[in-house]
């Protein structure tokens, strides 16, 4: 089992059926995601190909479209679901972790003023992920339906022919097509990694980008922690 931070930040929030969690959120130099994108998640972003649900003559699609592309077309008033508020500000987490918030305590504790957030994580796992939302998470999604799924079904191997002849090394379990996201404007993200089960962990994400990270059973450090922010 992989013990990157993308591969333990995706495996584990992933349980929580939010979506695929994405380590690097941030847009690529593809830009961000956006719902209709088809392409593949490396090292926690994902890459754009191209998107199928745009026409082919538009911007997100100025590098090409599979041979034979067929736009997906979608009845938004009936499929499209959005939340402006699908996701509380605050931790997002496993169940094997619980949290607390600390704010009051980070300067005279770290030294780091101006803290946007802080919280004090109690892991009972050898490993996790926390992602903290800054503000509220906004959805957008299209419900799944019969069109869909034949879509997928009948494209998806053109779509890994066009991802080879731009000699991307993949395969079909690779291909992903985004037909829904939750994005914020603000985030933290953590995860980490330890041989003992009972452990603390603690971070800060500051107005003007510091980072505090701890990992410690009592006093001793015992593990590893990794963090990607954005405030």
């Known amino acids: ?98 949290f607390s918030n600390v704010q009051a305590g980070l300067q005279a504790s770290t030294g780091v003023a101006g803290a946007g957030v802080s919280y004090s994580f109690s892991c009972n796992a050898t490993r996790g992920a926390i992602a903290v939302l800054g503000d509220s998470g906004r959805q957008e999604r299209y419900i799944h339906s019969q069109d869909l799924r034949a879509y997928v079904q009948t494209y998806h191997r053109t779509w890994l022919d066009f991802a080879r002849t731009k000699r991307y090394d993949v395969d079909k379990f690779d291909m992903v097509f985004v037909y829904g996201w939750v994005k914020t404007s603000k985030w933290a993200l953590a995860t980490y990694t330890s041989q003992d089960t009972d452990h603390q962990l603690s971070f800060a ?16 450090p015992t593990g590893h922690a990794e963090i990607n922010a954005y405030f």
């Open 205 to 220: 994400a500051t107005a003007n980008g510091a980072l505090v990270q701890r990992v410690t059973q009592g006093a001793i």
């Open 1 to 98: 089992m992989s013990s990157t931070a993308a591969a333990v930040y995706a495996s584990e929030l992933v349980k929580l059926r939010y979506g695929l969690p994405l380590w690097r959120p941030e847009p690529t130099k593809f830009g961000e995601v956006e719902i209709g994108d088809v392409g593949f998640v490396l090292d926690g972003a994902l890459y754009r190909l191209f998107n199928a649900m745009r026409p082919a003559t538009d911007p997100l699609n100025s590098r090409g479209v599979p041979e034979g592309f067929i736009q997906f077309l979608v009845d938004e008033k009936e499929f499209l679901h959005v939340d402006d508020s699908y996701l509380p500000p605050g931790p997002v987490c496993t169940s094997s972790t619980k």
